[in-house]
T-cell receptor
Framework: QKEVEQNSGPLSVPEGAIASLNCTYS??????FFWYRQYSGKSPELIMF????GDKEDGRFTAQLNKASQYVSLLIRDSQPSDSATYLC????????????FGDGTTLTVKP | GAVVSQHPSRVICKSGTSVKIECRSL??????MFWYRQFPKQSLMLMAT?????????EQGVEKDKFLINHASLTLSTLTVTSAHPEDSSFYIC????????????????FGPGTRLTVT
């Protein structure tokens, strides 16, 4: 089992819809959770981080964390074609000196 | 958010030569930086953790004598690919983050723009 698993994708949604990206992790000691967006040929860009159970909203983005179920999700409301990218989930545990463990990413395509 | 820069953004070198890549935190100090490599259509692969003032910690399978890391100041880490070969051609990315209260498990990382290395 991978330490961090994401929807295999690719995920395609129409413009204006809600895109839902999911991530599960295996280490119950995980403390910090991050979502990065990576456009083709570019480096990852941090878009959300969450530390506590519940929802965290930032503009069109909402991160949801459920530590009991060991999953974290990212919702993108009113999806735009510019949201088309690969989304990476990353997790930091309390034992790995700040290193992030990344999922393989989910590629999202928003169709006009 | 915090800003991390990398230089150069793109480099082409001949097989057998060495290439140095710089990673700088522009508006914060970073005691720890991370170096990643990414091949086309693949996920990020952590190569090593760069620690200011001490030796880098390499991930399993990464040759420390080939990928030399120096973290000489709180804002600069360098990765030198020694005796580069075509199979070293890849996208090299560094990341760093301002530590929150000294707790390494609770800080977000910001990535540099990456360096695309092509070895001919």
């Amino acid at each position: 089992q991978k330490e961090v698993e994401q929807n295999s994708g690719p995920l395609s949604v129409p413009e204006g819809a809600i895109a839902s990206l999911n991530c599960t992790y295996s280490d119950r000691g995980s403390q910090s959770f991050f979502w990065y967006r990576q456009y083709s040929g570019k480096s990852p860009e941090l878009i959300m981080f969450i530390y506590s159970n519940g929802d965290k909203e930032d503009g069109r983005f909402t991160a949801q964390l459920n530590k009991a179920s060991q999953y974290v999700s990212l919702l993108i409301r009113d999806s735009q074609p510019s949201d088309s990218a690969t989304y990476l989930c990353a997790v930091i545990t309390n034992t790995n000196a700040g290193k992030s463990t990344f999922g393989d990413g989910t590629t999202l395509t928003v169709k006009p | 958010g915090a800003v991390v820069s990398q230089h150069p953004s793109r480099v082409i070198c001949k097989s057998g030569t060495s290439v140095k890549i710089e990673c700088r935190s522009l508006d914060f100090q970073a005691t720890t930086m991370f170096w990643y490599r990414q091949f086309p259509k693949q996920s990020l692969m952590l190569m090593a953790t760069s620690n200011e003032g001490s030796k880098a910690t390499y991930e399993q399978g990464v040759e420390k004598d080939k990928f030399l890391i120096n973290h000489a100041s709180l804002t600069l880490s360098t990765l030198t690919v020694t005796s580069a070969h075509p199979e070293d051609s890849s996208f090299y990315i560094c990341s760093a983050g301002p530590t929150s209260g000294g707790d390494l498990a609770r800080y977000e990382q910001y990535f540099g723009p990456g360096t695309r290395l092509t070895v001919t």
